[in-house]
């Protein structure tokens, strides 16, 4: 159980001020958010069934009502041990706040942040999907452990690679701080495109061809580990993150979230 507070922030792709208060949910009810600006405040399940577009972030959708870039939130709150939780939100947009998920664990209580809880579903076979030569894998394994790789045509961002194991090092401290990236290239493009309008270098790491505009870096490897937070937060669309060693290489939120489907299908049949 955790003590309800809200937040509000900026939308990264919207550009506009959202408030988000969550609460803790009725046992078994799920993560879910409510859009309380819409008449009848629909519910949008934080599950893999309402997973609408994957462009740059992870949107979910029930009908016309819509919410996206939901991946830190929902990291933030699987791995703390929520299970249950309504989020209720003004807009289409969760707020970036300062491009990690380190705002959203200072407000869940001490008592939650604990380790995952593994679900029953255990993998027993590795299950794989994959772009080129990107890719996602779920590989059976005794303990819950993640591996993350990336390597873009950046001098800092060539072969970054970091595994974290989350009965070792706290979430809190090892992920939630790593803040979002992108390069300074390609901002122009992605704006005229109707992405990124809430986008700085306040909440967000820049990079180009020399190096970070913004420094300086949370870690050495901040990149990576914000890819691994977005994974945590795509993967959180299963409700309890089964039993396995996850690896993802050059992934997307696409790539993501096609696991994500490919996992629920393999527990479907096997259970």
């Not at 922030?9 to 009810?29: C, N, Q, R």
């Not at 950046?154 to 790593?178: C, D, G, K, M």
């Not at 994974?231 to 994500?260: C, M, N, R, V």
Request: glycine share 6%.
């Amino acid at each position: 159980m955790f003590t309800p507070f809200q937040l509000s922030g900026i939308g990264l792709h919207s550009g506009k001020k959202t408030t988000v208060k969550i609460s803790p949910a009725e046992k078994g009810k799920g993560r879910y958010f409510m859009r309380v600006d819409l008449p009848n405040k629909p519910i949008i399940p934080a599950t893999i069934d309402s997973i609408a577009t994957t462009t740059l972030s992870t949107e979910l959708s029930n009908g016309d009502a819509k919410i996206r870039t939901v991946e830190h939130l929902l990291a933030s709150l699987v791995a703390c041990g929520i299970d249950d939780a309504q989020i209720e939100i003004n807009g289409n947009e969760v707020p970036l706040l300062d491009g990690s998920a380190q705002n959203w664990v200072n407000q869940l209580d001490d008592i939650s942040r604990k380790p995952f809880e593994s679900s029953t579903g255990i993998i027993t076979e590795a299950i794989w999907v994959r772009k080129d030569d990107a890719f996602c894998v779920a590989f059976p394994s005794s303990e819950i452990k993640f591996s993350y790789g990336v390597d873009y045509p950046y001098l800092v961002l060539e072969n970054q690679w970091y595994s974290w194991y989350p009965q070792r090092e706290s979430f809190v401290t090892a992920i939630a701080p790593a803040r979002t990236f992108g390069f300074a290239d390609q901002i122009e493009q992605l704006q005229k495109a109707g992405l990124i309008k809430g986008g700085s270098l306040e909440n967000a790491l820049v990079c180009d061809k020399n190096g970070w505009l913004n420094p300086p870096l949370r870690f050495e490897n901040e990149a990576v580990r914000h890819k691994l937070l977005d994974f945590i937060g795509d993967l959180s669309l299963l409700g309890k993150i089964p039993l396995a060693h996850y690896l993802a290489y050059k992934a997307s939120h696409q790539l993501h979230t096609e696991l994500a489907k490919k996992i629920k299908l393999f527990l479907d049949v096997n259970h």
